[in-house]
């Protein structure tokens, strides 16, 4: 059973950044899979921030966050990050590490979040 636990969540000042991670466990590899950010704001939907795919390393970003946001992996640590730069309010939300199959649409397996808030 694939378990994901994100940390790295917490208060910053716009403009700030932070680095959120997300250690994986449960297989030997994550060969085959895609690992992804998802944020959920309150009163809003779950929306898709960033993903990265295991095995080579493919990247995408929402509109919303390209040039700010960074995802990466470290295959060695089983862990995939999320740097995000240039924080603004509206980031503010639960952020949650997501994995599924790369031939697959959906994600099977999610973290319990973190939560961001940006604000002065």
């Known amino acids: 059973q694939v378990q994901l636990v994100e940390s790295g969540g917490g208060l910053v000042q716009p403009g700030g950044s932070l680095r959120l991670s997300c250690a994986a466990s449960?297989?030997?590899?994550?060969?085959?899979?895609?690992l992804g950010w998802f944020r959920q704001a309150p009163g809003k939907e779950r929306e898709i921030v960033a993903a990265?795919?295991?095995?080579?390393?493919?990247?995408d970003y929402a509109d919303s966050v390209k040039g700010r946001f960074t995802v990466s992996r470290d295959t060695a640590k089983n862990t995939v990050y999320l740097q995000m730069n240039s924080l603004k309010p509206e980031d503010t939300a639960v952020y949650y590490c997501?994995?599924?199959?790369?031939?697959?649409?959906?994600?099977?397996?999610w973290g319990q979040g973190t939560q961001v808030t940006v604000s002065s």
């Open positions: 449960g297989r030997t590899t994550f060969s085959g899979y895609k």
């Open positions: 997501a994995a599924g199959l790369r031939a697959r649409y959906a994600y099977d397996y």
């Open positions: 990265i795919t295991w095995s080579d390393s493919n990247t």
